[in-house]
């Protein structure tokens, strides 16, 4: 909290536990002060699966969380927002159940809430994928001098952060060779099209089905029990990792090598296995860029959507992504200046995040760092 008040997202997965939780919030922290913005970082979540419940069931367990969550948070001290399990929908069960309890309204103690209608930010679902999106097309036009037009870019997941950077890939004219959920996954091998991306938005968003339900909607072909990393027929160019942690582990990793890919942007959090990460550090001409600078303008625009709360107005869409692309420019100009001429983008992250952390701490006197003695 040496920035601000604590933020970050509410996971609801079988796999939350302690330990997961730990290492998600520790990654936000630096995460965070990557935004520019005043904000701390943490992670909650529970291992309740929203995955085959009832709306009633989804809603009963939103509000008993925060009935116990409520006590702790607040626009200066806590501010979740969602993750994987958590969208708009149980963000607004959580909501309307801390309005009862609190009597206070218009609080910009949530974030991720419906635009226009209970306080969100436009452009908020999109904004971690578009984001990751962002700053690899700026990284690719710096440091290789090409575009993303054309390109073959694997995606894996096909929640918000999948989708949108799969819909900001083919605004770019990239070619989107994959999306996949827990059960498989869709390949593309002459890349997604428009309308398979939106026949892809309707089973999830809408009628929140698997991936293998779609069968011939789409121009492509279900891979059942697969990932795009362990498929070694499948042509990549940059990889954008964005379903889940530890999704590429070290023999995913020295496929994509072998495939020759140029870059891996991760739009979720810690995608790539300690290992894995050892396979892409030994090809340093690999553009790299981990989860806390790639997929940060999810969480900034959280923190624009607390600042529109405060000051009770309303943003329109243009304005937040030209903030978003503003926020990812400039993340990306950080790390680039913290990695110098021979450090990686990588490192350039780790170093920015931690030195401004590192200052605040010093600032506040939380940290006092003793001189050393003259000999």
């Given at each position: 909290?040496?920035?601000?008040?604590?933020?970050?997202?509410?996971?609801?997965?079988?796999?939350?536990?302690?330990?997961?939780?730990?290492?998600?919030?520790?990654?936000?922290?630096?995460?965070?002060?990557?935004?520019?913005?005043p904000l701390g970082g943490g992670k909650g979540g529970s291992d309740f699966d929203p995955k085959g419940k009832s709306e009633a069931e989804v809603r009963r367990f939103c509000e008993s969380f925060m009935t116990n969550l409520c006590r702790y948070i607040d626009a200066s001290t806590d501010v979740p927002a969602g993750d994987i399990g958590v969208?708009?929908?149980?963000?607004?069960?959580?909501?309307?159940?801390?309005?009862?309890?609190?009597?206070?309204?218009?609080?910009?103690?949530?974030?991720?809430?419906?635009?226009?209608?209970?306080?969100?930010?436009?452009?908020?679902?999109?904004?971690?994928?578009?984001?990751?999106?962002?700053?690899?097309?700026?990284?690719?036009?710096?440091?290789?001098?090409?575009?993303?037009?054309?390109?073959?870019?694997?995606?894996?997941?096909?929640?918000?952060?999948?989708?949108?950077?799969?819909?900001?890939?083919?605004?770019?004219?990239?070619?989107?060779?994959?999306?996949?959920?827990?059960?498989?996954?869709?390949?593309?091998?002459?890349?997604?099209?428009?309308?398979?991306?939106?026949?892809?938005?309707?089973?999830?968003?809408?009628?929140?089905?698997?991936?293998?339900?779609?069968?011939?909607?789409?121009?492509?072909?279900?891979?059942?029990?697969?990932?795009?990393?362990?498929?070694?027929?499948?042509?990549?160019?940059?990889?954008?990792?964005?379903?889940?942690?530890?999704?590429?582990?070290?023999?995913?990793?020295?496929?994509?090598?072998?495939?020759?890919?140029?870059?891996?942007?991760?739009?979720?959090?810690?995608?790539?296995?300690?290992?894995?990460?050892?396979?892409?550090?030994?090809?340093?001409?690999?553009?790299?860029?981990?989860?806390?600078?790639?997929?940060?303008?999810?969480?900034?625009?959280?923190?624009?959507?607390?600042?529109?709360?405060?000051?009770?107005?309303?943003?329109?869409?243009?304005?937040?992504?030209?903030?978003?692309?503003?926020?990812?420019?400039?993340?990306?100009?950080?790390?680039?200046?913290?990695?110098?001429?021979?450090?990686?983008?990588?490192?350039?992250?780790?170093?920015?995040?931690?030195?401004?952390?590192?200052?605040?701490?010093?600032?506040?006197?939380?940290?006092?760092?003793?001189?050393?003695?003259?000999?």
């Amino acid at each position: 909290s040496a920035l601000g008040p604590y933020k970050g997202g509410l996971r609801f997965h079988p796999s939350v536990d302690e330990g997961v939780l730990k290492f998600l919030g520790f990654e936000q922290i630096f995460k965070n002060a990557l935004t520019g913005l005043p904000l701390g970082g943490g992670k909650g979540g529970s291992d309740f699966d929203p995955k085959g419940k009832s709306e009633a069931e989804v809603r009963r367990f939103c509000e008993s969380f925060m009935t116990n969550l409520c006590r702790y948070i607040d626009a200066s001290t806590d501010v979740p927002a969602g993750d994987i399990g958590v969208g708009g929908r149980e963000i607004g069960y959580m909501y309307g159940q801390y309005k009862r309890l609190s009597n206070l309204h218009g609080e910009g103690v949530l974030t991720g809430k419906t635009p226009g209608l209970l306080g969100g930010i436009e452009l908020r679902p999109e904004a971690t994928g578009f984001g990751t999106v962002y700053i690899a097309e700026q990284a690719i036009k710096d440091k290789l001098g090409e575009s993303l037009e054309g390109k073959h870019c694997a995606v894996s997941g096909s929640g918000n952060v999948a989708q949108y950077a799969a819909k900001m890939l083919l605004q770019l004219g990239a070619k989107v060779v994959s999306i996949s959920d827990s059960n498989g996954c869709l390949i593309f091998e002459d890349g997604m099209t428009q309308v398979d991306w939106e026949r892809i938005i309707e089973c999830k968003q809408v009628k929140r089905a698997r991936l293998d339900t779609l069968g011939s909607q789409v121009s492509g072909k279900y891979v059942a029990g697969h990932s795009p990393w362990n498929l070694p027929d499948l042509s990549v160019d940059f990889a954008f990792p964005c379903a889940t942690q530890n999704e590429i582990d070290e023999v995913g990793a020295k496929m994509l090598m072998e495939k020759s890919a140029r870059g891996v942007f991760e739009g979720a959090n810690l995608p790539v296995t300690a290992s894995g990460q050892e396979v892409l550090r030994s090809h340093p001409g690999v553009l790299y860029i981990p989860g806390k600078a790639a997929n940060a303008g999810g969480v900034g625009v959280s923190g624009l959507e607390m600042s529109q709360n405060s000051s009770r107005t309303y943003w329109k869409r243009e304005t937040v992504d030209a903030l978003l692309k503003d926020m990812m420019a400039e993340i990306y100009r950080q790390m680039k200046d913290a990695a110098g001429d021979s450090g990686t983008l990588e490192q350039g992250t780790n170093r920015a995040g931690f030195l401004k952390v590192a200052e605040a701490l010093k600032g506040l006197g939380w940290v006092y760092i003793k001189p050393t003695s003259k000999l």
